[in-house]
């Protein structure tokens, strides 16, 4: 595999430096690869970019420093621990000077107040926003000599977008563009800067990102890959694999009320009721999916700061048995946000660097047991989604195995 970038968009937020410090931790043996789907069978069995080989940059809108950014995760959730980071430091001072300017455009008040000084929405149109971007991601790669670059999106969650059908097509999109539409996104606009010069883009957030049909046809056209929305880490991942044993069982499901607290940056973004609408919808759309026939399916989520980086929810499923009997099951589920998110997106950028460099564009539905709101996907129990992505990966790892035909002489 040859040398892979990975552009982190919210660069110095939790998910992002968690991961920083995580590939770099692992590349000078200071910790295992545990967490990460790549590095287990059967995707060990995929010729995929190195951890250690993978070089970090990115955009963000704050300027915290990566080192000061991991030292308050570890002062308050003691994740990673203060002697990794000490290992690392370096590595993350050379990072630090490859993060770049970002915008906020249309990503709500919340979100806005994290900027140090002015985004780049401030005194740039649309198109020169653009413009920008790829040129950040040109003078990347190059400086670096990457061969291809993978962009990550795992900013803070945006407001739901109001008509997204206006960019249904490229040249809906383009043109809105062209225009100064203020109402497009920055995660639209990232992944227009990453399609549009043929970067791989990954959505770990709810946010719009490249799911406009606008984007879609470009990724399309440019044979792109590309995939999301919202990465599966916590809850969200129980129900998935939960919810599954009900409808197997014909166990009917009355009501599934999940309740999050969490006390990072997230969680204070998601106070603001519009950025918290497309979370809401896509945590709930597992269970909508699995279970059509449910009679009750609500989640809410609240800021509670001194929690920092851990979340804890709870979970309460009445449901209904043979005889018409009423029972219920309970679960709580407490992790570190970024350490359980983190090595999610390591492993979405090997595999979308996998699949770019093999002519894979589009969207990679195999990529579904990734997101809660797997874009191109139905199916939404996670056993399933695993089997889709041993499927894709059993079949790429024999055709590699397959040995050259001779080619033909004259006897």
Same mark, same amino acid.
């Given at each position: 595999?040859?040398?892979?970038?990975?552009?982190?968009?919210?660069?110095?937020?939790?998910?992002?430096?968690?991961?920083?410090?995580?590939? !770099?931790? %692992?590349?000078?043996?200071?910790?295992?690869?545990?967490?990460?789907?790549?590095? !287990?069978?059967?995707?060990?069995?995929?010729?995929?970019?190195?951890?250690?080989?993978?070089?970090?940059?990115?955009?963000?809108?704050?300027?915290?420093?990566?080192? =000061?950014?991991?030292?308050?995760?570890?002062?308050?959730?003691? @994740?990673?621990?203060?002697?990794?980071?000490?290992?690392?430091?370096?590595?993350?001072?050379?990072?630090?000077? &490859?993060?770049?300017?970002?915008?906020?455009? +249309?990503?709500?008040?919340?979100?806005?107040?994290?900027?140090?000084?002015?985004?780049?929405?401030?005194?740039?149109?649309?198109?020169?926003?653009?413009?920008?971007?790829?040129?950040?991601?040109?003078?990347?790669?190059? &400086?670096?000599?990457?061969?291809?670059?993978? $962009? $990550?999106?795992?900013?803070?969650?945006?407001?739901?977008?109001? =008509?997204?059908? !206006?960019?249904?097509? &490229?040249?809906?999109?383009?043109?809105? %563009?062209?225009?100064?539409?203020?109402?497009?996104?920055?995660?639209?606009?990232?992944?227009?800067?990453?399609?549009?010069?043929?970067?791989?883009?990954? +959505?770990?957030?709810?946010?719009?990102?490249?799911?406009?049909?606008?984007?879609?046809?470009?990724?399309?056209?440019?044979?792109?890959? #590309?995939?999301?929305?919202?990465?599966?880490?916590?809850?969200? *991942?129980?129900?998935?694999?939960?919810?599954?044993?009900?409808?197997?069982?014909?166990?009917? @499901?009355?009501?599934?009320?999940?309740?999050?607290?969490?006390? +990072?940056?997230?969680?204070? $973004? *998601?106070?603001?009721?519009?950025?918290?609408?497309?979370?809401?919808?896509?945590?709930?759309?597992?269970?909508?999916?699995?279970?059509?026939? %449910?009679?009750?399916?609500?989640?809410?989520?609240?800021?509670?700061?001194?929690?920092?980086?851990?979340?804890?929810?709870?979970?309460?499923? #009445?449901?209904?048995?043979?005889?018409?009997?009423?029972?219920?099951?309970?679960?709580?589920?407490?992790?570190?946000?970024?350490?359980?998110?983190?090595?999610?997106?390591?492993?979405?950028?090997?595999?979308?660097?996998?699949?770019?460099?093999?002519?894979?564009?589009?969207?990679?539905?195999? *990529?579904?047991?990734?997101?809660?709101?797997?874009?191109?996907?139905?199916?939404?129990?996670?056993?399933?989604?695993?089997?889709?992505?041993?499927?894709? @990966?059993? #079949?790429?790892?024999?055709?590699?195995?397959?040995?050259?035909?001779?080619?033909?002489?004259?006897?």
């Amino acid at each position: 595999m040859t040398d892979v970038g990975v552009w982190f968009v919210g660069a110095r937020g939790n998910i992002a430096t968690t991961a920083i410090v995580g590939a !770099r931790a %692992i590349a000078r043996g200071e910790t295992s690869t545990t967490g990460m789907v790549t590095e !287990r069978p059967p995707c060990t069995s995929l010729e995929l970019p190195a951890v250690s080989d993978l070089t970090f940059g990115g955009h963000d809108i704050s300027d915290r420093r990566l080192r =000061e950014g991991a030292e308050e995760l570890a002062d308050r959730g003691g @994740v990673p621990a203060s002697e990794t980071i000490e290992a690392v430091a370096d590595d993350l001072e050379r990072i630090d000077d &490859r993060i770049r300017r970002g915008t906020a455009l +249309n990503c709500g008040p919340r979100v806005r107040e994290l900027a140090d000084g002015e985004p780049l929405e401030a005194d740039r149109t649309v198109a020169e926003i653009v413009d920008r971007l790829r040129a950040d991601l040109a003078d990347f790669r190059d &400086r670096e000599g990457l061969d291809r670059l993978i $962009v $990550v999106n795992v900013a803070s969650t945006e407001p739901e977008l109001a =008509e997204p059908e !206006r960019y249904d097509t &490229r040249e809906a999109l383009e043109r809105a %563009i062209d225009e100064d539409d203020r109402d497009l996104p920055a995660s639209s606009l990232y992944a227009y800067a990453a399609l549009a010069d043929g970067h791989p883009y990954a +959505n770990f957030t709810p946010s719009p990102g490249s799911s406009l049909g606008g984007l879609q046809e470009l990724a399309d056209e440019e044979g792109v890959p #590309h995939m999301g929305a919202d990465g599966k880490t916590g809850e969200s *991942l129980v129900k998935a694999a939960l919810a599954p044993m009900f409808a197997g069982r014909n166990l009917r @499901v009355m009501s599934w009320e999940g309740h999050n607290i969490l006390g +990072n940056t997230d969680g204070r $973004v *998601l106070e603001d009721e519009r950025n918290k609408a497309g979370k809401l919808a896509s945590k709930g759309g597992i269970l909508d999916g699995i279970l059509p026939d %449910i009679d009750h399916n609500r989640v809410r989520i609240d800021y509670t700061p001194s929690l920092g980086d851990w979340k804890t929810a709870w979970d309460y499923v #009445h449901f209904e048995g043979f005889l018409e009997t009423e029972m219920t099951m309970q679960f709580t589920w407490e992790g570190s946000d970024s350490a359980l998110a983190a090595p999610l997106t390591l492993d979405l950028a090997r595999l979308l660097a996998y699949a770019d460099e093999r002519g894979e564009g589009g969207l990679q539905p195999h *990529l579904a047991s990734f997101f809660k709101a797997p874009e191109g996907v139905d199916e939404h129990d996670f056993s399933r989604q695993l089997e889709a992505l041993y499927e894709y @990966v059993r #079949h790429r790892a024999d055709t590699a195995a397959e040995p050259t035909p001779e080619p033909a002489t004259d006897d």
